[in-house]
């Protein structure tokens, strides 16, 4: 089984960013990477949370864009 993980996009680019390391699998623009970690710093407990409600299949809570 794949380690807590989430997918983000950005027009025609895709990645799965691993919650407690950080490592991107897939590629993405400097710019819209630096967001995407600046967020997962942000959010991570939020993430880990959201990651354990989806696998006893709960709903997923919304988390806040960065802002």
């Known amino acids: 089984m794949r380690p807590p993980h989430f997918?983000?996009?950005?027009?025609?680019?895709r990645i799965s960013v691993e919650?407690?390391?950080g490592i991107v699998d897939?590629?993405?623009p400097p710019r819209a990477?630096?967001?995407?970690?600046e967020w997962l710093a942000?959010?991570?407990?939020e993430l880990f949370a959201?990651?354990?409600?989806?696998r006893v299949r709960?709903?997923?809570q919304?988390?806040?864009?960065?802002?």
């Open 7 to 13: 997918h983000a996009r950005y027009g025609e680019y």
């Open 19 to 21: 919650i407690e390391t």
């Open 26 to 28: 897939g590629r993405f």
């Open 33 to 37: 990477l630096r967001h995407v970690q």
């Open 42 to 45: 942000s959010r991570r407990e």
């Open 50 to 54: 959201d990651w354990a409600r989806a």
């Open 58 to 60: 709960l709903p997923l």
């Open 62 to 67: 919304e988390i806040a864009p960065l802002e």
